[in-house]
């Protein structure tokens, strides 16, 4: 791989094929590389796959890193999410937008969250999280896909792409997961992301469920997200194209330990705010 740093941008070339990167999200990766490249207890998990740790300062200081390594786990990544993205990443900024930082604080903050659902190397908050990609996302800190991963306790953000069918099967695996710790005395919460879709299925099975604990609305134009491509695009917020809803799903334990307050609902309100002004009407 060659690589080129051109000042706020890396370029990545592999035989005519090119991948960019703005130089902060580049050396995000080589942090998060070098996190799971060290010793397992280093990576803030549990047995369960809880998250134990929230920040990715805590690169342990004397690995020596493979730098030929990380540039193809690097470029191999990010040619697999353009490919994703159709190969136009600065058209695809509505591709699985993610939560301002600000978001994830107030969530960590108010009810415990500590891990991410569904994330990438490129837009997740915390070194643990689960994604579409393993076989290129691994080397960053995956866990897999989330389909595949059973928590039996802690608490979760859940973002899926806003596809009604992902959505539903989203709800299906979340229910199986509450299913499970309920029986099993655990506390389980799951913060879930979705459109405001009342009416439709997949709304129905996340709001209408036995396990939802509450559910707050954001109003499209009192709130936004970061740009599905903030790695290359130079815009790094978006206005939500849509009410959102956050469905807190939880055991009975889960409601005790991760109790959802009015002053935790308020926090996370201020913390979704649009960061770009909305669009004035003609």
């Known amino acids: 791989v ?17 991948v960019e990167i703005h130089a902060e999200h580049y050396d995000k990766l080589q942090r998060l590389f070098v996190l799971n490249a060290g010793p397992r207890e280093d990576r803030r998990t549990d047995a369960t796959g809880t998250a134990t740790g929230t920040g990715m ?10 730098l030929d390594a ?5 470029f191999a990544m990010l040619a697999r999410y353009t490919a994703a993205q159709g190969g136009m990443h600065r058209a695809a900024g509505g ?6 930082g600000a978001v994830f604080d107030a969530l960590h903050n108010g009810v415990g969250v500590e891990a991410e659902c569904f994330a990438s190397p490129l837009n997740c908050r915390w070194p643990r999280y689960c994604s579409a990609h393993p076989d290129t996302d691994a080397p960053f800190g995956s866990l897999g896909s989330f389909f595949g991963f059973r928590p039996e306790q802690g608490s979760f953000e859940v973002n899926p792409p806003f596809e009604e069918g992902l959505v539903m099967r989203c709800a299906a695996h979340v229910g199986a997961l509450l299913d499970a710790a309920q029986a099993a005395g655990r506390a389980l919460s799951f913060a879930v ?11 129905e099975a996340l709001a209408g469920s036995t396990y939802a604990a509450h559910v707050e609305v954001l109003p499209l134009r009192e709130h936004g997200y970061f740009e599905g491509t903030q790695h290359t695009k130079v815009a790094q917020y978006r206005m939500s194209s849509c009410d959102t809803a956050v469905v807190f799903l939880q055991t009975k ?30």
Do not use: Q, Y
Request: aromatic residues 6%.
């Open 253 to 282: 334990a889960g409601r005790s330990v991760h109790r959802v307050t009015h002053e935790a609902m308020a926090a996370m309100r201020i913390a979704f705010r649009p960061r770009v002004p909305p669009r004035r009407k003609r």
């Open 2 to 18: 060659d690589l080129n740093l051109g000042g706020t941008r890396v370029k990545m070339v592999l035989r005519g094929a090119k």
């Open 70 to 74: 990380f540039e193809s786990a690097a």
């Open 95 to 100: 591709h699985h937008t993610a939560l301002h």
């Open 193 to 203: 992301i979705t459109p405001h879709w009342p009416g439709r299925p997949a709304w």
């Open 57 to 66: 300062d805590l690169v342990p200081g004397s690995i020596d890193v493979d």
